[in-house]
């Protein structure tokens, strides 16, 4: 059974957000951090969905595994305008049960970027090169919930140095990110914003999230192409199972790039006979 879209009511701190953002000279790269079930992604919506009002603005969704922007494993880029832009988001935000469909993608190769840090490091970068390219007022960036760590401190951190954000807006529950934000507090032209988490955003479960990925999945195969490709000729890259064996192909996930190695499509390979 299809999930229902889900209604967000906007904090008002969040709309005061903007104001802020708008007077920003130049292109404001609105980075969005905070652990999982926090709001990022109704942040990151609602931001996009707003500064797009008064010029072009892109949502760069990095979070492999519950994005918003493209199917789970991949980081996609969505140009809003009078297309794409959601109404009636004054009052409230609507969430969709499913991925938009992305301008442009890369395949981070899980629904996870742990195990694939250079992957999301690199696939981020691409997007955001893309998004200048196409001269927004505003560029949105949401990110995974993969925060606590050493590791995951040093992926957000060199993930965030790559992007070079003007705009850092931290969505917290006990200031649990400032080991991440005192590597910003020195630099020039960078605005932080640390709010506390929206009482209306809840927890969801292991299951929930599962099942959200499930579903996009089963959306985006629906009515797959089949196609026979020749894998010893093709140009491979990412984690490559050994070609002895057959067992390490079957079933897995693969993305298949173009000649800037943006993601075309998602495919599974079923066969290597």
């Known amino acids: 059974m299809e999930q229902p879209d889900t209604k967000i009511v906007i904090p008002h701190e969040w709309e005061v957000l903007i104001q802020g953002i708008k007077r920003f000279d130049g292109i404001a790269k609105v980075f ?11 942040l990151a ?81 691409k997007l955001l090169e893309a998004a200048i390219r196409l001269r927004p007022g505003y560029i949105v960036i ?13 992926f957000k951190f060199q993930k965030m140095d ?14 649990e990110l400032t080991p991440i934000l005192k590597n910003f507090y020195g630099r020039r032209f960078v605005s932080i914003v640390r709010l506390k988490i929206a009482e209306a955003v809840t927890e969801k479960t ?22 026979i490709l020749p894998l010893r000729t093709l140009g491979l890259h990412g984690r490559i199972p050994d070609f002895r064996a057959k067992e390490a192909w079957t079933n897995l996930l693969i993305g298949l790039c173009d000649s800037r190695t943006f993601t075309r499509s998602l495919g599974v390979i079923h066969n290597t006979a």
Do not use: C, W
Not at 32 to 42: E, N, S, V
Not at 55 to 68: E, F, N, R
Not at 89 to 116: H, Y
Not at 206 to 227: E, G, K, T, V
């Open 32 to 42: 969005i951090l905070g652990g999982m079930d926090t709001g990022k992604t109704a």
């Open 45 to 125: 919506l609602y931001l996009a969905n707003t500064l797009s009002r008064f010029s072009k603005t892109a949502l760069i969704d990095t979070d492999p595994g519950q994005s918003v922007v493209g199917p789970p494993s991949t980081a996609g880029l969505l140009v809003f305008n009078e297309q794409t832009r959601r109404q009636n988001f004054q009052e409230d935000l609507v969430l969709t049960a499913m991925p938009l469909k992305p301008n442009l993608m890369t395949f981070v190769g899980s629904t996870t970027p742990a195990g694939n840090l250079v992957q999301a490091i690199v696939g981020a970068k």
């Open 142 to 154: 949401n990110s995974s919930g993969m925060v606590f760590g050493d590791m995951a401190m040093e």
């Open 162 to 175: 790559l992007i070079s954000p003007t705009h850092i807006i931290a969505l917290e529950r006990e200031r």
């Open 206 to 227: 292991q299951a929930q999230r599962f099942a959200y990925r499930s579903r996009a999945f089963a959306s985006y195969f629906m009515n797959p192409d089949r196609l």
